[in-house]
């Protein structure tokens, strides 16, 4: 047991000193020099006081992730609007969907195009359907609504041309009257009754409407 | 009884007696400080495990925040999307120009009161046609169409064919259709004469001609925060 401490009470009571300062010195410029180096992967802990706050280090990647968190955070909290808003927009386009015919329906816009003219009351004015004819537009590259045109050709007094157009124009599909061409009937006299008779007008017309094609459409007939 | 030490003082035993030994004592701070450093070193190095489990958690929270966030975003995207496709679909329903009522009015007109009498007016062929516009971004806001018909005018007196012909306009310009269906301009603006001629038949000047009248409707779905008619 006398080892190191006899050996240290035998030296010299300068050495004494030397050793007694020197030591402590050394393990503390080392576990200071191993802090310094602990402080620097640490970085700006706010535990630490600040003249101790490294630059770098874990808490500044904490604190980039606190950052970042909070960013995605905001743009989470937009959630509710952006749906909200999603669902706004969404209900406008299939409100407006709903008057456009899917492209399966052609044929029952041109049936629906033939029985307005059927349903013009006698009472309100004459319309004799005569054809109609289906112009696709041809799909171009970038547009989701293609045109459709049905080049219809009636034959009509005045009035019920008139109400013809008008229950087209009115129908809950879109249709639309783009071009219209109306020769006046020819003015005979009718010798029985001695009055001047006038001929249906003949009348060319192209109603417009459009089908979405860029996806798959869905909704109800 | 009593016990009496006989041993000289500096033999006789003493009790523990302090002696400061500057040595002992530099040896212990030194001692001491160095406990310190080393409980400081060892909080570091717990604080420096610490701060990377705590890393770990908000590293593993960022990448939750960040997928949640990306539906957000993708989702955000769509909108714009949503917009240009209303825009679109709004575009096209507003480039709709009505023309029953505007075809009852014209009738309407031209079977009504001149203010100057002496005269009729029948209508020839008629021609309703599309003018393309260019389109703006999000759509066209301005529908243009062109209402040609040919006109025939019927006036008892042949010297006054030059008023007919202003009454025929003025009246046309001051009547409900013109100002009511949206026609730009004047209806005379593209009148380039005519030659009346006189029927002896029928004993009657007629004024035969044609007119080119331009039709405006703006799309107003293209303006922000009006929202699609209902109905038509």
């Known amino acids: 047991m006398a080892g190191p401490l006899a050996a240290f009470n035998a030296l010299e009571k300068r050495q004494q000193i030397t050793i007694v300062v020197a030591v402590p010195l050394l393990i503390i ?5 191993l802090s310094w180096g602990l402080l620097a992967k640490l970085g700006p802990d706010p535990k630490l006081p600040a003249f101790l706050q490294r630059p770098g280090g874990v808490w500044t990647d904490i604190n980039a992730a606190v950052e970042g968190i909070a960013a995605q955070e905001a743009i989470i909290a937009t959630g509710p ?24 329906e052609k044929t029952e816009v041109r049936q629906l195009i033939e029985k307005l003219a059927r349903d013009i009351s006698p009472s309100l004015g004459r319309v004799e359907f005569k054809a109609v004819r289906i112009i696709e537009g041809g799909v171009v590259k970038g547009q989701e609504y293609q045109p459709i045109t049905y080049q219809v050709e009636i034959a009509g007094d005045l009035n019920g041309t008139i109400k013809y157009i008008d229950s087209i124009e009115k129908n809950t599909r879109f249709m639309m009257v783009k071009n219209l061409t109306l020769h006046p009937g020819a003015l005979t006299l009718d010798a029985e009754s001695a009055r001047v008779v006038a001929a249906l007008h003949q009348v060319n017309m192209e109603i417009v409407t459009y089908v979405y094609t860029a996806g798959q459409k869905k909704k109800g007939k | 009884m009593i016990l009496i030490n006989l041993l000289p003082p500096e033999l006789r035993k003493r009790g523990a007696e302090f002696q400061f030994n500057p040595i002992m004592a530099g040896g212990v701070g030194g001692l001491a400080l160095c406990v310190v450093v080393l409980f400081g070193f060892l909080w570091l190095r717990g604080e420096l495990a610490t701060a990377n489990d705590i890393l770990a958690d908000k590293n593993t929270e960022l990448e939750a925040k960040t ?3 990306k539906v957000v975003t993708e989702r955000q995207a769509l909108i714009a999307d949503f917009e240009k496709r209303r825009d679109t679909l709004f575009g096209l329903l507003g480039r709709k120009m009505y023309w029953a009522r505007t075809i009852d009015e014209f009738s309407k007109q031209i079977t009504g009161e001149w203010s100057q009498p002496g005269f009729k007016v029948s209508a020839g062929d008629l021609t309703i046609s599309d003018i393309p516009t260019e389109k703006r971004a999000g759509g066209a806001d301005e529908v243009r169409a062109s209402f040609r018909w040919r006109y025939k005018i019927v006036g008892e007196e042949n010297q006054k064919s030059g008023d007919y012909i202003n009454s025929f306009f003025k009246t046309i310009e001051k009547g409900p259709f013109w100002a009511s269906q949206g026609f730009i301009s004047k209806p005379d603006d593209r009148y380039d004469g005519d030659r009346p001629r006189w029927n002896p038949g029928i004993k009657r000047v007629i004024v035969e001609g044609g007119v080119d009248w331009q039709r405006v409707k703006l799309s107003e779905f293209m303006k922000k925060g009006v929202k699609t008619p209902r109905g038509n």
């Open chain 1, 29 to 33: 410029a080392l576990l200071g020099y």
């Open chain 1, 81 to 104: 609007q952006v749906e909200a808003r999603l669902k706004e927009l969404s209900d406008e386009i299939d409100l407006a969907e709903q008057r456009l015919p899917l492209e399966a």
């Open chain 2, 67 to 69: 997928a949640q966030a």
